[in-house]
């Protein structure tokens, strides 16, 4: 296998049986538990779950990071599970997009956005898809070409970790949390600049929480205790749903999972309208 | 292929702008490049210190084959052609001066019948020979005549003598015949009649010259007086009558004395030599005049050879005289020597250099990790991460190069061994610069390479070995184990080393690493049971939560504290070292001078400060009197010192030592004899204890003596040796004289009268200052030595820059300490930022934190400099048997504790704690709270 490879079974990459054990000091952690997923070319696709699901685990073994201690993964059509490290490392460099968790793992301190944007495209050595300067002006970061990430904010260090990604993105963005910082706007153009590359045959790959991201991408994929629970499109994610909550003699009320997952801020507002508690996100009522 | 690559075009700038990293990549640079660059400038500073304190000491006025110099000697008659071609040999030998051309009548050497050359006026005729040397005229202090004018020179009172005034003329010649009646210094000399002589033979010859003018002369009235004659007195032609004194010589240009010469028929003794010049004074120019010498050495007992030919057929046979052989070999043996000195230590160095830079480079791979794993995991080409690296490092590397090289070349020529290093050892230095520079960057290289390495491995789902907790291995009972046995081998061995062994270089800072180990283990130890044992609950104040959070931040206070207290302790190592080292040299030299002039002079009667054994001189003079002798019952050969124990203390040299400071108290129990039993001491003496008679011989005189203290050094004795006082060894032999049997030296009027003993005059003075003084007495000694001699035996100079080289070496092991106690504080601060962010939250003010740093690296300091006491004071026991001066050489180095080199290592390691907790002031200052909480950094 040399790293170059030929897909002509109509998805990029592929989970087969997936398993990934961790030895740590206290024992074994099963971070994946036998998942099975495709994922086909173009589009977008969100991996959705609560922390310690295993949602980074798998985004590193999709992005050729980690290796898995069972199962198959297929990229591009041919089997790179017990591929040797030079191919790996091919595949990463031709193949694959990766945006960090923390952006500033991604990002060269001494080099500013554009050097940043032109290391990236010289890298990986193409000359398709979009140029630096597209890919700046679609993540807003034009008038910051100059600077060093050092003098950026966590959201510009972050709409930079994901501009260096899809500068003549390859067949495979990988992208952990790339809107964890962001607020509504540039959020919603880093989800542009995501479905842009897509429609350009990129195959995107997101993990998130950000409500905003599970409403706007086709697919979403919920990763809890290791094992996929569900599927979903967004279109499909509820707008309302009815639940029981528990409210303890102190006054606080413990939400389920998914309205939990309506406030990534960990704050409320609350009003009190009709005799009924209405609780809303600050951001979504600004 | 990547030069279109931002991070390589932004690569070689980028240490401009990382601060601490890059001035500590450039520090240990330039530690490792001075270091390694000391060792050839050291190995030809010495060399070339050497050759300076070797020609400094050739005594002045000797003979050619003990000068720097090389000469020609053509005994008779040569053609103007053979002259200049033997110039002009002469002129080839390399870093020789001007030629020195010498002529003067020798007939009475190298004819049959041994003729007498005279000068004469009227019926008076004086032993007298022609002589012309360049300069020698220019040199004259004339007394009446003009410079310039045309004729002879005779010494003034000699021409007042036979009535001749400037301008009158006198016969010049010499002569077979006893009809003249001829003055020589101690009377008519009667020269061999004519006709036994051969046939034809003229009975006398002579030519008539005009006198120029006179010249001042020394008390004997021969010599010339100025130094210029002084200088070469040793190799004037000698008195054809047989006289002690240099000849009355008839001085002039060499047209005068040629004319003179033929006139008077006279064989001519030609000598044409060269001296080395200043330029010529290092071991490598030496070397190529000594090889040029030693060929015409060859050349003159070859008769095939052009310096034989081209005296061929004038019946001359050339001789070769020089001493730039000698005097290369020993100054090459005596650098050979010196450079061995400091091997140990240069490579001691070269190795705490290169600790410093894999520490930098271990500490530079750890701030790049973040970004190697960017590189790796974007899949970069290896040789792209490599480059981008290395071209990093080139500008920090070649800084450090550059400031190591300069800041070591700068030390040599400001404090020696010696200032004039030549182009020779600053290319070898060079050269070593630059291996040092690509040796960092190979290094950096590897480590790059090693890192990216484990990055791809850790990708490619292999797990890392550094999880799991190591088993250390087990280095410090092998450290324990080496430290032993170094000790070991130290105390068993029978000679007391010196900076040859390389023992002396490895044992301190083994001994040193493992005992501040060990003692720092078994104090962590105790403290800890100390704490389980102890039943008050931990306590609970706000400081020292703080301090215990502090602590906990993953590097081990005792790793700094160990750290820490191994470059201090190397440090106070060489300043000790430096220090007793030093300070038995000058001990040694007091022995080996005994004053700082001494001069070999004829009598004591002489100076005019009266007879006897007390002589009234100054303050900064002492007369005494050797000889040797024989102590009975074993006819042990030993000196006899006879002293004036008034006199001699103040004069006489007494180092630092316990040895010589018991020497001169014991001056003080030369009393007066009892029933004719003199009082002496005892120097070197084996099976002799205070108190006990005995009997020594001098010549068949048998002294009977009560030994009043056995010491083991004395100024000037460099063997086994009795001192006496003179005034009742004198008169123990005054007594004798009575008998008939025996001189006191003290009273003697010649030398020859003074038996077997010989007269000193030692003085406080200068070398040349006491030849001055002795000048104005009329006084010629045999020999003058200076204490420049005696500092000049190559063990004790290579010992003492050595030694110096030592405290070189110290600083570097400070530096390097210093350096990791302020990576690893840089370190600590960084990963207590988090607990820094809290407290400050908490309402503790940066300033308060800083103190509290401030407490705990002094405390750090603190430990460390207790932790070295033990290992250190096992040092300075070895000290002796590590870096003895000169051990053959008496006194032995003594157990000392010099309270300035120990002051002066707490000094510095408050100093580095000083910088350490500026250090951690800055980085705290410099973080930033939003970058903390990401964790950015």
Redesign the interface.
Same mark, same amino acid.
Request: net charge neutral; charged share 35%; proline share 3%.
């Given at each position: 296998m040399t790293g170059e490879t030929t897909n002509v079974t109509g998805r990029t990459a592929g989970l087969s049986n997936l398993v990934r054990i961790y030895r740590a000091v206290s024992g074994e952690v099963h971070a994946l538990r036998g998942v099975d997923v495709d994922f086909p070319s173009g589009g977008i696709t969100v991996i959705a779950g609560p922390s310690g699901g295993g949602k980074s685990t798998l985004l590193s073994i999709l992005a050729l990071r980690d290796r898995a201690s069972a199962g198959t993964v297929t990229l591009l059509g041919a089997d790179v599970t017990q591929a040797p490290q030079s191919v790996l490392k091919s595949l990463r460099r031709n193949s694959i997009a990766w945006v960090p968790q923390r952006p500033a793992h991604g990002l060269f301190p001494h080099l500013t956005v554009i050097e940043n944007l032109l290391q990236a495209a010289c890298i990986r050595g193409r000359t398709d898809g979009l140029e630096p300067t597209q890919t700046l002006e679609l993540l807003g970061l034009t008038h910051r070409a100059d600077a060093t990430p050092g003098r950026l904010s966590g959201g510009e260090q972050q709409r930079l970790a994901v501009a260096a990604a899809l500068t003549h993105a390859p067949a495979l963005v990988v992208a952990d949390e790339p809107t964890a910082e962001l607020d509504d706007d540039n959020a919603e153009r880093v989800l542009a600049a995501l479905a842009t590359v897509a429609a350009a045959g990129s195959t995107c790959v997101l993990s998130s929480h950000d409500p905003r991201a599970l409403r706007r991408v086709p697919r979403v994929l919920h990763l809890r205790h290791g094992v996929l629970s569900a599927e979903r499109s967004g279109s499909e994610l509820p707008e309302t749903r009815r639940t029981e909550a528990v409210i303890d003699s102190a006054g606080r009320l413990q939400l389920s999972p998914e309205a939990l997952n309506l406030f990534p801020g960990r704050r409320a507002r609350m009003e009190l309208i009709d005799g009924k508690v209405v609780l809303e996100a600050p951001e979504s009522s600004s | 292929m990547?030069h $279109?690559?931002?991070?390589l075009r932004?690569a070689p700038g980028?240490m401009l702008?990382s601060g601490a990293p890059a001035l500590m990549l450039t520090i240990s640079v330039a530690l490792l490049a001075g270091l390694v660059a000391a060792g050839p400038l050291f190995a030809r500073a010495t060399a070339n210190g050497s050759l300076e304190r070797k020609l400094a000491t050739v005594p002045a006025g000797s003979q050619l084959n003990q000068q720097a110099a090389l000469g020609f000697v053509l005994p008779g008659p040569i053609w103007d052609e053979t002259r200049a071609e033997v110039v002009r040999m002469l002129d080839g030998v390399p870093w020789l001066g001007p030629v020195v051309t010498e002529v003067w009548a020798a007939s009475w050497q190298l004819e049959l019948g041994k003729p007498v050359p005279f000068l004469g006026v009227g019926d008076q005729h004086r032993v007298a020979v022609l002589y012309h040397r360049t300069g020698a005229v220019q040199a004259l202090d004339v007394v009446r005549g003009e410079r310039g004018a045309r004729g002879l020179w005779l010494p003034d009172g000699e021409a007042h003598g036979l009535g001749l005034d400037p301008g009158d003329e006198f016969q010049v010649g010499k002569t077979f015949s006893d009809g003249l009646d001829i003055l020589g210094c101690s009377g008519p000399v009667a020269p061999v009649a004519a006709d036994s002589q051969g046939r034809g033979t003229r009975t006398t010859s002579q030519s008539t010259v005009t006198l120029a003018g006179t010249y001042r002369t020394v008390a004997d009235g021969r010599l010339p007086a100025g130094s210029y004659f002084s200088s070469i007195a040793a190799r004037l032609p000698s008195d054809p009558a047989g006289c002690p004194t240099p000849p009355l010589l008839m001085i002039g240009d060499q047209e005068t004395v040629l004319a003179a010469l033929k006139g008077a028929d006279e064989k001519p003794q030609w000598s044409f030599s060269a001296e080395l010049t200043q330029e010529g004074r290092s071991l490598g120019r030496l070397g190529q005049a000594a090889t040029a010498a030693q060929k015409f050495r060859l050349d003159a007992s070859d008769p095939t050879s052009a310096l034989r030919v081209v005296a061929a057929g004038q019946g001359v046979v050339p001789r070769v005289e020089t001493g730039l052989t000698s005097l290369h070999d020993e100054a090459q043996a005596d650098a050979r020597a010196a450079a061995q000195q400091g091997r140990g230590i240069a490579l001691a160095g070269a190795a705490l250099g290169l600790a410093a830079v894999i520490m930098a480079l271990r500490a530079l791979s750890q701030r790049r990790r973040?970004?190697n794993?960017?590189?790796? =995991?974007? =899949?970069?080409p290896l040789p792209a991460i490599i480059l981008a690296g290395v071209a990093e490092l080139l500008l920090p590397v070649f800084a450090g190069a550059v400031t190591g090289f300069t800041a070591v070349y700068f030390a040599f020529v400001g404090f020696g061994p010696q200032s004039r290093l030549g182009p020779d050892a600053i290319v070898a230095a060079l050269y070593a610069v630059g291996l040092v520079a690509l040796v960092t960057l190979a290094g950096n290289a590897v480590v790059t390479l090693l890192q990216t390495h484990a990055i =791809?491995?850790r990708?490619? =789902?292999?797990?890392s070995s550094r999880g799991r907790a190591g088993s250390g291995g087990p280095w410090l009972p092998l450290l324990l184990g080496a430290t032993g046995l170094a000790i070991a081998s130290v105390l068993t061995r029978d000679d007391r080393a010196s900076y040859t062994d390389p023992l002396a270089a490895v044992l301190p800072v083994l001994v040193l690493s493992s005992g501040s180990l060990l003692t720092v283990r078994l104090a962590a130890a105790v403290a800890a049971r100390v704490r389980r044992r102890s039943t008050t609950t931990p306590g609970s104040s706000i400081d020292r939560l703080i301090l215990r959070g502090l602590r906990d931040t993953g590097l081990a206070v005792t790793d700094l504290v160990v750290v820490l207290s191994i470059g201090v302790g190397v440090l106070a190592y060489g300043l000790v070292s430096t220090s007793m080292v030093r300070a038995s040299v000058q001990d040694k030299t007091a022995v080996l001078a005994g004053a700082v002039s001494t001069a070999h002079i004829p009598t004591s009667s002489g100076l005019g400060a009266g007879s006897g054994p007390h002589p009234a001189l100054g303050q900064d003079l002492s007369v005494l009197w050797k000889t040797r002798a024989q102590l009975q019952p074993d006819h042990h050969d030993v000196d006899i010192l006879v002293i004036n124990p008034e006199t001699f203390p103040a004069v006489a040299l007494w180092g630092r030592g316990p040895d010589l400071a018991e020497a001169r108290q014991a001056l003080q129990t030369l009393g007066a004899p009892a029933r004719g039993v003199l009082p002496a001491l005892l120097i070197g003496i084996p099976g002799r204890e205070t108190g006990l008679g005995g009997t020594v011989s001098i010549g068949s005189q048998e002294i009977p003596l009560i030994a009043r203290a056995d010491l083991t050094a004395f100024p000037g004795a460099t063997g086994p040796t009795v001192v006496f006082d003179a005034r009742s060894l004198f008169a123990h032999l005054d007594a004798l004289d009575a008998l008939g049997n025996v001189q006191n030296p003290s009273l003697a009027v010649n030398p020859g009268s003074q038996g077997t003993y010989t007269t000193w005059l030692w003085s406080t003075r200068t070398a040349t200052a006491l030849a001055a003084y002795l000048d104005r007495k009329d006084i010629t000694p045999a020999t003058i030595t200076s204490i420049q001699q005696a500092q000049a035996t190559p063990v004790l100079t290579s010992s003492r820059w050595a030694a110096t080289y030592q405290v070189v070496l110290g600083l570097a092991a400070l530096a390097l300490a210093g350096l990791s106690v302020v990576v690893a504080v840089d370190r600590r601060v960084a990963r207590a930022a988090p607990v820094d962010l809290v407290l400050f939250r908490f309402g503790i003010r940066p300033a308060h934190l800083i103190r509290l740093r401030a407490i705990e690296l002094a405390l750090t300091s603190l430990a460390a400099l207790i932790a070295l006491v033990p290992p250190l004071a096992l040092l300075m026991l070895l000290l002796p048997r590590l870096v003895e001066p000169g051990p053959a050489l008496a006194p032995a180095l003594g157990f000392q504790i010099p309270l300035l080199p120990l002051a002066l290592s707490a000094l510095a390691a408050a100093g580095v704690t000083v910088v350490a907790v500026w250090a951690a002031a800055r980085r705290s200052a410099a973080l930033v709270p $939003?970058e903390v909480l990401?964790?950015?950094r």
């Open positions: - | 990547y $279109s690559w931002p991070l932004r980028r702008h973040r970004e794993e960017l590189l790796v =995991g974007v =899949g970069a =791809g491995r990708l490619a =789902g292999h797990e $939003s990401r964790d950015d």
